[in-house]
């Protein structure tokens, strides 16, 4: 079995013996992830907030090429970021190298903590 989640060959191990994992999807969850899917595709999205998101670049189940587009042409708002994780998979926090990626979150949200505390004591 090929794994396309992570390079962390422990987590593939522990991910192949977890009895409650399983190679099956309720027709409920592929029917919502397709309709999101779609809406993604083609509904332009404004965010009021800041926003992360972080991908990993050799991530084939949803390849980084499909996320940097939807930023590009569906993404609106003043503090968006893509992070873009090169030599990781689609479990970015659990693939090798998953302590900068979750120091790279924390870092931003409090950056953006710091940012909101200062504009709210200037106003």
């Known amino acids: 079995m090929h794994n396309v989640y992570t390079n962390d060959e422990a987590m593939v191990t522990a991910y192949r013996t977890d009895p409650l994992v399983h190679d099956r999807w309720p027709a409920r969850s592929l029917c919502v992830f397709l309709e999101l899917g779609h809406l993604l595709e083609t509904t332009p999205v404004q965010f009021s907030v800041p926003v992360l998101v972080q991908h990993g670049k050799d991530d084939t189940v949803t390849p980084f090429e ?26 970015l926090h659990n693939d090798v190298g998953r302590i900068n990626v979750l120091n790279y979150a924390l870092e931003w949200i409090l950056k953006h903590l710091d940012s909101n505390q200062n504009q709210q004591q200037e106003h």
């Open 66 to 91: 499909t996320i940097k587009k939807w930023k590009e042409e569906r993404v609106k708002g003043d503090d968006v970021e893509l992070k873009i994780w090169p030599d990781h998979m689609h479990e």
